[in-house]
């Protein structure tokens, strides 16, 4: 894989979450350490979850239900996780609101805490991003690239780079969805993000079945989840239709 | 956008001087890395035709058993800590006694050769990898330029301040990749030995970093060095400033993050800012420029009379030390301080060592393998954060070095 692809690649994975990062995140300090703090979280979570995995691997590949109780395992460890960032967050916001108090400035807005929630969930997004898709990019630099058997017609690169897109949009939303959730106490919110990230963990696991087919229900899915997203927030206009407009790009580009 | 109209909330500026900080120190060690992966030399040919001064004890070779090189390696750190403290003990001093333009002189000149040589070599390498065709004399032009112009923005304090900021980057850049080339066990123990005596060095009442800033708090003095200092963040309110940390405190501060009650206030700009804080806190005035200590010393002074919360507002500066030449022949050595601290306007000033050994860190995470990087550099960038945290908390010297280490450690 040439340098050039490489570089196409990692845009294909990261580039909305870098619109997003330099839209919205990099004109406030706080969201960019929200950003740091709530990547390093997401390790530290995969580093916990390998460490326990790691007495049971590697699994044989001909059986698939231990594959699946790893994604669900892994699905619901991240969203406790989320839950431990919810009340991480909800302290936060009583230590911000009063130092607003003291300082004299107004209280959080409603699009703050939703800016917050975004900044959280596009760390998660982001460490997925990188390391599910770059860490497979950078050895493989060099002449040549690589397919998998059972879709012969996208480098396997190409396909990862995609599914960590839908990664990352997955987690930055359903981040900004469960908050609200949360906070509204809305159940069908609340209970929306486990399922979705289950859901989109599983048809991974499926990969390669069948390929087209998998990336589109992958944008459908998207496509669903974004308009909940719209539906509950307030996002800059531009920024909701860059990527909305990236979704569909992909959606019908994956299903033609 | 609606929030246009809206009157600015705190989330715009909360947290921007640790962004600050921590921006220039990911540009470094984002440079670092694409140095080594761009020029990554093996192990065995770099170390053996470089004698240093960090491998005088022991040079590894790969052939040698774990124990042996883990015993090498404790050695050659061991050294070089012994050679750091005592220069740092010599620089006290000097600046004990008031050698103060000898010291300015020998930064100049530790910076120009940090520049000139070791930015000429890899600057050399580069050009052998890439081929690319210059001929001698531009080269040694465009080379002793840019070391002047270096040397100029280190000395100078009214030059331009991303001029200053760009180069001290670069300094801290190049000394960084020289370090990643010493052999893997050294670096590793050599990183962990320097934590270690940073925290010893600025915590303990001997230590030599300690002695010297309580020099230059109780003459009020600079002291000439290679520190980072972040642009201040302006503000035109004189209420509370958030965030703003102090490193080695001397004074009674509270800080506004921790809700002890306190309001600080880091208006860093000289006069008029200085006496108009007496109710709520701190106050730190700090001079504008290296050389108006004075102006400020004599303000601080009155306010430190009259409110007894405050003691004597300080302006850290720090030691230049610059990390061992690898030179053979240049046995000069200076010391970098480490240790974050509050610069001449208020800002957060982080020492240039800092810098070295973060970099350091993840320029050998980068020989490994990508996602090492990627789990470094996180981790230090957290216990940066700790770090600034700690230092708003316990308002004493800390050093920035051993948490960040430490994290960075485990994570590789």
């Given amino acids: ?256 | 956008m609606a929030q246009n109209q809206r009157p600015a909330s705190i989330l715009d500026t909360l947290g921007e001087e640790i962004v600050r900080i921590i921006t220039p120190v990911s540009i470094c060690m984002l440079m670092v890395v694409i140095l080594v992966s761009i020029l990554s030399l093996d192990d065995s040919s770099s170390s053996s035709a470089m004698p240093t001064i960090a491998t005088i004890a022991y040079s590894e070779t790969g052939s040698d058993s774990s124990w042996d090189k883990f015993m090498g390696a404790l050695l050659n750190s061991l050294v070089f800590v012994a050679v750091v403290t005592a220069v740092t003990f010599i620089l006290v001093l000097l600046f004990y006694l008031r050698c103060t333009k000898f010291l300015k002189i020998y930064l100049g000149f530790s910076a120009f050769v940090v520049l000139a040589f070791m930015g000429g070599e890899i600057a050399l390498f580069l050009f052998e990898k890439f081929s690319f065709p210059i001929d001698c004399v531009t080269f040694l032009v465009i080379l002793y330029n840019f070391a002047v112009v270096g040397v100029l923005a280190v000395f100078i304090s009214k030059m331009a301040i991303l001029v200053t900021q760009a180069y001290l980057v670069v300094i801290g850049m190049l000394v960084a990749y020289w370090f990643t080339l010493l052999p893997e066990w050294t670096t590793w123990v050599l990183l962990v030995a320097m934590a270690l005596y940073d925290l010893a060095a600025v915590l303990l009442p001997v230590g030599p970093l300690r002695l010297l800033v309580e020099l230059a708090i109780s003459r009020d003095e600079d002291i000439p060095a290679l520190v980072y200092e972040a642009r201040p963040v302006a503000h035109h309110d004189s209420g509370s400033r958030d965030g703003v940390v102090r490193r080695r405190v001397w004074s009674e501060r509270r800080n506004v993050l921790h809700d002890s009650g306190g309001d600080v206030n880091s208006n860093a700009i000289l006069s008029g800012n200085a006496g108009s804080n007496l109710n709520s806190g701190v106050v730190l005035s700090v001079a504008s420029g290296h050389n108006d200590t004075r102006l400020a010393g004599a303000e601080e002074g009155r306010v430190v009379e009259a409110n007894a919360e405050l003691s004597a507002p300080l302006i850290d500066r720090r030691m230049n030390d610059n990390m061992h030449r690898q030179e053979e022949d240049d046995t000069s050595e200076n010391l970098l301080l480490e240790g974050i601290g509050l610069g001449s306007t208020g800002a957060i000033k982080l020492g240039l060592g800092d810098f070295i050994f973060y970099s350091v860190l993840v320029g050998r995470a980068a020989m490994y393998d990508f996602m090492t990087v990627y789990a470094c550099y996180l981790a230090i960038v957290a216990g940066l954060g700790v770090t600034l945290m700690l230092l708003a908390f316990y308002q004493k010297a800390l050093p920035a070095l051993p948490v960040s280490i430490m994290l960075g450690a485990v994570a590789n």
């Fill in chain 1, 1 to 256: 894989m040439t340098v050039a692809a490489g570089i196409g690649y990692a845009l294909i994975a990261l580039g909305p979450s870098l619109s997003l990062f330099v839209a919205v995140i990099s004109k406030k300090p706080f969201l960019i350490l929200t950003v740091l703090s709530s990547t390093l979280l997401w390790l530290i979570s995969l580093i916990v979850l390998s460490g326990i995995w790691r007495a049971f691997l590697p699994l044989k590949s001909t059986t698939w239900w231990p594959f699946a109780l790893l994604i669900i395992s892994s699905v619901g460890f991240q969203e406790g996780l989320r839950v431990l960032f919810w009340k991480v967050y909800k302290r936060l916001e009583d230590t911000l609101d009063a130092f607003a108090d003291r300082v004299g400035k107004p209280r959080l807005f409603l699009t703050d805490k939703m800016q917050i929630a975004l900044a959280g969930g596009l760390g998660h997004g982001v460490a997925h991003a990188v390391f599910f898709c770059l860490s497979l990019l950078t050895p493989a630099f060099g002449p040549a690239t690589f397919y998998v058997d059972r879709c012969p017609q996208m480098p396997f690169f190409l396909i990862s780079a995609i599914i960590a897109l839908a990664f990352v949009t997955i987690h930055t939303f359903s981040m900004v969805i469960a908050f609200n959730g949360y906070a509204e106490g809305n159940t069908t919110d609340q209970y929306f993000v486990p399922v979705v990230h289950l859901v989109a963990g599983m048809v991974v696991k499926s990969a390669f079945a069948r390929c087209f087919c998998l990336l589109s229900q992958k944008f459908s899915l998207l496509r669903i989840l974004f308009l909940i997203v719209l539906k509950n927030c307030q996002l800059s206009p531009e920024t909701a239709l860059v990527v909305f407009v990236w979704l569909n790009v992909l959606c019908h580009a994956c299903s033609f």
